[in-house]
């Protein structure tokens, strides 16, 4: 049974930063495609963050992009999502995700079979 558990959420200061650690469970993460979405109050959940299986290559929602970044650790079997300059508008719902190893539709909640419970992060003004 693969588990996801995303932990590390909390309230900071826009400008602050986070990390976002997802330890997974019955599927190795450098097999697989991991990714972050996120859903704030009222929105749709969207793409945040994908990490490729073979580790050399990441995507970002257009967003984040020079401020988030998405890696692993093989040998803990945990995905991170490292967030600076962290702003109001970053406030939501992260969630983890998973699927099997693919390099199209990453960017579709559609595209993943298993999902973490999720982690609040709210940045203050």
């Known amino acids: 049974q693969v588990q996801l558990v995303e932990s590390g959420g909390g309230l900071v200061q826009a400008g602050g930063s986070l990390r976002l650690p997802c330890a997974a469970s019955g599927r190795t993460v450098s097999r697989s495609t991991m990714a972050w979405f996120r859903q704030a109050p009222g929105k749709e959940r969207e793409f945040v963050a994908a990490?490729?299986?073979?580790?050399?290559?990441?995507y970002y929602e257009d967003s984040v992009k020079g401020r988030f970044t998405i890696f692993r650790d093989n040998a803990k079997n945990t995905v991170y999502l490292q967030m600076n300059s962290l702003k109001p508008e970053d406030t939501a719902v992260y969630y983890c995700?998973?699927?099997?190893?693919?390099?199209?539709?990453?960017?579709?909640?559609?595209?993943?079979?298993?999902w973490g419970q999720g982690t609040q992060v709210t940045v203050s003004s």
């Open positions: 995700a998973t699927t099997a190893p693919r390099s199209a539709g990453l960017y579709y909640t559609h595209s993943y079979d298993y």
């Open positions: 990490l490729s299986w073979s580790g050399s290559s990441t």
